[in-house]
């Protein structure tokens, strides 16, 4: 952390993506365990952690897009959260 501040911007995101390529991994190993039981599921969970996989690997070597990504994600959150305070508050008022 020499820089700081400064590396947090690729810092975090790589940290991310480094846990979802494991979580990922994991997923891959469980659909194999699963497959004997409920092989729609197995397919189901092997095809998103294939998603996750890649995912992850674009996140690792583009980490400032993922750093973007997460910030347009926590923006979309917000505004999300502010349209369901309001029309919570606008049905109040109509009672």
Known sequence: MAYGYLSLPI???????????????GGIIRA???KPWA???S???LGLSII????????????MIASIFVSYIIAL?????GVTYLLHALTRLEE
Request: hydrophobic share 60%.
């Open 11 to 25: 810092l975090i995101p790589t940290i991310l993506a480094v846990a979802l390529i494991v979580s990922s991994i």
């Open 32 to 34: 194999n365990r699963l």
């Open 39 to 41: 092989p729609k599921m």
């Open 43 to 45: 397919d189901l969970l």
């Open 52 to 63: 996750g996989l890649l995912l992850g690997l674009v996140l690792l070597f583009n980490p």
């Open 77 to 81: 959150g917000f505004v999300y959260n």
